[in-house]
């Protein structure tokens, strides 16, 4: 097993955790407004069975509530700032880094938004795993998009200079000296 995919397995493990975390921070919240609900129905004489009833209730609403607010922010971020690191260390450029963060970013939250208004907390972990691969790809995509662009701007541009890309000088030092060197 290479590095690059010893870097992947941890990242992967990363992420799977951060979402964990943030599940048990929704259930917990669930627990702890249902215990609060259930104990002040109790002790204000309603019946177990009503009290349990309104608990619950409010127990799915505190739910709701605390996954909006912790609504996928961690696992996301550090998805896509891993993504950046991994290729600034393949000796990528700056800007291939971001458009992959940004990438990866975006699609783990859209995949995980859609995975869990189909299967609830499973659903959210495949699809921000399944967004965050495409998401990914799709940052790649724009990239290399805009460096075709760029590359074919300077070719161009050296057209309509008179020159070809092609065309390449030898300066005294024996060094490669182009018209195109700014690519």
């Not at 215990?35 to 739910?63: I, M």
């Not at 998805?79 to 990438?103: I, P, T």
């Not at 760029?150 to 390449?168: H, I, K, M």
Request: charged share 20%; with cysteine; glycine share 18%.
């Amino acid at each position: 097993m290479g590095t690059g995919s010893l870097a992947c397995g941890v990242k992967q493990v990363a992420k799977f955790y951060t979402f964990s975390i943030r599940g048990g921070y929704v259930e917990k919240a669930k627990t702890r407004a249902y215990d609060l609900a259930y104990k002040k129905a109790v002790t204000e004489g309603l019946a177990h069975n009503v009290a349990k009833g309104k608990a619950n209730k409010l127990g799915k609403e505190a739910g709701k509530l605390a996954s909006r607010k912790h609504k996928r922010i961690t696992g996301p971020l550090i998805a896509g700032a891993w993504d950046f690191f991994e290729v600034m260390y393949y000796g990528g450029s700056l800007l291939e880094g971001m458009m992959n963060g940004a990438g990866t970013v975006g699609g783990t939250w859209v995949g995980g938004a859609l995975g869990e208004m189909k299967l609830g907390r499973v659903g959210y972990m495949i699809g921000s795993q399944v967004g965050s691969w495409i998401g990914g790809e799709l940052g790649l995509m724009a990239y290399d998009v805009c460096n075709g662009m760029r590359l074919l701007a300077a070719t161009v541009v050296d057209f309509f200079n008179g020159g070809s890309p092609e065309q390449v000088e030898y300066t005294q030092e024996g060094t490669l000296d182009s018209v195109s060197d700014y690519r």
